[in-house]
């Protein structure tokens, strides 16, 4: 089982940054692929990013260059960074967590975040 706590959310002007945390609390020595992903107003869930259990990190291909995703192992923690944002980057944010088994990140074990909204003003 993990827990995913979620902050960071905030409203800012187009251009500016934000960074989000998920402090992850697992509590069993299972392997997680930490996520990312976003939801606008009327619009479905979006995938933004993904640092796998070896710490690689993979981008939608519309975010890359503007935003970041990280780990702190010993933070027990999950960052994005967001830099230059745009308006169309509002929305809620959500962290996730796939149990890694075999090496495969399992979407059927997922944990998610409460998700902290992200605005952004012209």
């Known amino acids: 089982q993990v827990q995913l706590v979620e902050s960071g959310g905030d409203s800012v002007q187009a251009g500016g940054s934000l960074r989000l945390s998920c402090q992850v609390s697992a509590y069993s020595q299972s392997v997680f692929c930490l996520k990312w992903f976003r939801q606008a107003p009327g619009k479905e869930r979006e995938w933004v990013a993904t640092v796998n259990w070896d710490g690689t990190p993979y981008y939608t291909d519309s975010l890359k260059g503007r935003f970041t995703i990280s780990k702190d192992n010993a933070k027990n923690t999950l960052y994005l960074q967001m830099n230059s944002l745009k308006p169309e980057d509002t929305a809620m944010y959500y962290c996730?967590?796939?149990?890694?088994?075999?090496?495969?990140?399992?979407?059927?074990?997922?944990?998610w975040g409460q998700g902290p909204q992200v605005t952004v003003s012209s």
């Open positions: 996730a967590a796939d149990e890694v088994e075999y090496e495969i990140c399992r979407r059927d074990r997922r944990t």
